[in-house]
């Protein structure tokens, strides 16, 4: 009884931790529609904001906890309502999901930034003395850490509770939740309830974060991820309350805490298990519960009676391009293409050779993003650890058993393939936000469990040594001299990817999956297999990530798990949708681009890394007014100026302007935008 209380009872301050997320993710999500993944940053913010006040700058504790938790959390909650989700309130899932997402990414990565990287030591606690016992229950020592966790978490909590059932800004929080639109018919102001709900769940958050602070030996100003994992633990006690009941939520996370600890004293101590499967439990959770509980299926899906009033998106911008300026489009990539070729062979230093190299690799990477997010409309967040697979099978292959590194490239793209297909048979049933979330589980499950055994990527440890391509033809790759003679090969490979994409996008497949992202309903109706097409999207993309990830092994020559963590997943999908997930170039533009970013960091001082990412998040918010990508959108701006100048030269000339017709690119975007099935998506209206 004395060992099973010594593990149980840490684990109920742990579960109120997560309690605190998965109160504010509910209380966000039914009072705004909001699925907010920023949480985990702002819970992040606040205990770096009263670590740094109350350790560092010598604030009382009171002082520090007032700025951090009741004034930056709340306010980073309100500036997110007022300059991002309330002109976005008819968008799809996805874009509000982005949104989040680059939030996500960017204000962690801009702390190291501003403030430095250095690890704090000196940790701060809000309320009792984590380091002394206070009394003894069943012979198991209370700390400060558990009292204080717990009283505050069950005080706030409860407090919550009242103000719903018992306060008019409760009243009216339920009311805009059944339907914003009634309830500002019946004299609600639902800009102002859903700024309460935002302020009031960013507080949670805060407090969360702050609350964290005592049980953490060290805050590394460039490590959010044990953050983002108490946002998904408490994600998951709201999917157990089925995002509806606050007490619930609190009772399924002190749940989830007490059986991870628990876990600890059953699982063999030391091993994977135990250091593994027990972190990764609240994901598995997540994943069952996901698909046995039918009320979460359609979480994306409005049950506002009104919601059929909402104006038509307006198209993307890159739909209204002049079809004249295709074809100087399509070769002038080509000649572009060619050029950097040339450039490789003669003048290129060699110190961009290796970042070019890379690029070649993400963009392999990025095209599976293409794949399933700019053609099928699926978000997942799992691509990284799909590339995971191909570049560990690779590696292993390469490493134990000889095996020609590209061959055991597509050995190990097969590999991710049946992967993917195993994560799209359970998923079948799930689509939008769920399936979005069901990636996010298997990737840290990935990252925490699967990614630590020998067998696969040994973890930290990783695989030390990836071998290059011999030679082909008589041309060496893996000579001193041969990096520019790897940079074409990995070219050409990416050439032979991109190709394969374009023709999956052009066929009969990429039409089917077109009609898809517009109405699942409505390609049903057509005789189209949904699950036919999800799982072959999921194989491809899978494989194709799986080929990139053994080509990114190779160009390091080394590999570990974090080189395929889930946090580059969600980062690598955050820089593919800026530059645009729907055309095969956004794809390389994200690698090429993100490569050379990277490289031109190391000129500038040490404390800018990762502000690479910050750059790409902040193009995520505008996905929702142009889901096609910026970079699309501003090339679109720029040749539209430039069909202005033919149409100008036309009149002068006296002959009337060919009209303008949707481009592919154009109409793939219309879709992800939120289009319905149109003539163009029935089978067989194209060869594939």
């Not at 749940?255 to 994977?272: D, E, H, K």
């Not at 993917?420 to 399936?435: E, F, N, Q």
């Not at 695989?463 to 990995?490: E, K, M, Q, W």
Request: include cysteine; charge should be positive; proline fraction near 6%.
């Amino acid at each position: 009884m004395s060992n099973f209380l010594n593990y149980a009872i840490p684990g109920i301050p742990q579960g109120c931790e997560y309690g605190l997320m998965a109160v504010g993710l509910v209380l966000t999500f039914r009072a705004t529609g909001v699925f907010n993944l920023a949480f985990a940053a702002q819970a992040f913010v606040a205990a770096f904001a009263y670590d740094l006040l109350n350790q560092y700058q010598h604030w009382p504790q009171w002082a520090a906890f007032i700025v951090a938790v009741l004034v930056i959390s709340p306010g980073i909650g309100l500036a997110l309502d007022r300059f991002l989700y309330r002109h976005i309130p008819t968008a799809s899932v996805t874009a509000k999901i982005l949104s989040s997402l680059g939030v996500l990414i960017a204000i962690p990565l801009l702390i190291p930034i501003i403030f430095g990287s250095a690890t704090r030591t000196q940790i701060a606690y809000v309320w009792l003395n984590p380091q002394t016992v206070y009394f003894t229950l069943y012979k198991t020592p209370l700390d400060g850490t558990t009292i204080a966790t717990t009283v505050i978490t069950v005080v706030v909590v409860l407090g919550l509770v009242a103000l719903f059932r018992w306060s008019n800004i409760g009243l009216q929080m339920r009311a805009v939740v059944e339907s914003r639109r009634l309830a500002q018919l019946e004299g609600v102001n639902s800009a102002a309830v859903a700024a309460t709900a935002w302020g009031l769940s960013s507080a949670l958050a805060g407090l969360a974060g702050v609350l964290m602070l005592p049980q953490s030996q060290t805050l590394d100003p460039t490590q959010v991820i044990s953050f983002t994992t108490l946002l998904v633990t408490g994600l998951t006690a709201a999917a157990l309350a089925s995002f509806k009941s606050i007490p619930k939520a609190l009772l399924w996370s002190i749940a989830l805490g007490i059986a991870q600890n628990l876990l600890v004293w059953v699982l063999p101590s030391g091993s994977v298990l135990q250091t593994g499967v027990a972190p990764a439990l609240p994901f598995v959770v997540l994943v069952i519960v996901l698909l046995v509980n039918p009320k979460l299926r359609d979480l994306d899906k409005s049950t506002d009676p009104l919601a059929s009033v909402d104006p038509p998106l307006p198209p993307p911008s890159v739909q209204i391009r002049d079809r004249r300026l295709d074809l100087p489009t399509k070769w002038g990539w080509r000649f572009l293409l060619v050029g950097f070729i040339v450039s490789a062979l003669t003048w290129l230093p060699d110190n961009w050779v290796f970042p070019f190299s890379q690029g070649m690799a993400f963009s392999i990477i990025f095209l599976s993003i293409t794949l399933i997010t700019g053609m099928a409309g699926q978000l997942s967040l799992c691509q990284v650890t799909f590339a995971g697979v191909g570049g560990f099978a690779a590696g292993q292959l390469a490493m134990h058993f000889g095996i020609p590194i590209l061959l055991g490239a597509l050995i190990g793209g097969t590999l991710a393939a049946a992967v993917g297909v195993i994560i799209a048979l359970p998923a079948l049933r799930l689509s939008g936000l769920p399936l979005t979330l069901v990636t996010l589980a298997f990737a840290i499950f990935a990252d925490q469990v699967l990614f630590q055994y020998n067998w696969s990527g040994a973890g930290d440890t990783g695989i030390p040594t990836v071998p290059r391509p011999g030679s082909i033809l008589g041309i060496s790759f893996a000579s001193p001299d041969g990096d520019s003679h790897f940079l074409i090969l990995l070219m050409i490979i990416l050439a032979l990817c991109m190709g394969a994409v374009a023709l999956v996008q052009r066929g009969t497949v990429g039409r089917n999956l077109a009609a898809m992202r517009g109405s699942e309903v409505g390609t049903s109706s057509l005789g189209i297999s949904l699950t036919r097409a999800k799982v072959t999207v999921f194989a491809l993309s899978a494989g194709l990530a799986g080929i990139g990830g053994a080509m990114f092994a190779s160009v390091q020559t080394t590999e570990s798990a974090s080189d395929f963590n889930y946090v580059l997943s969600l980062a690598y999908v955050v820089a593919v949708i800026t530059t645009g997930a729907t055309t095969v170039e956004g794809a390389v533009q994200a690698g090429v681009g993100l490569a050379v970013i990277e490289q031109l960091l190391n000129y500038l001082p040490s404390r800018l890394n990762g502000i690479q990412f910050v750059l790409f998040a902040f193009g995520t918010l505008t996905y929702a007014a142009h889901p096609e990508g910026v970079l699309e959108y501003q090339k679109t701006r720029w040749m539209n100026r430039v069909a202005r100048l033919f149409k100008m030269w036309d009149e002068r000339r006296g002959r009337s302007t060919p009209p303008i017709t949707p481009s592919p690119a154009g109409m793939a975007a219309s879709t992800v935008a939120g289009a319905s099935v149109t003539a163009s998506t029935v089978p067989g209206t194209s060869g594939g």
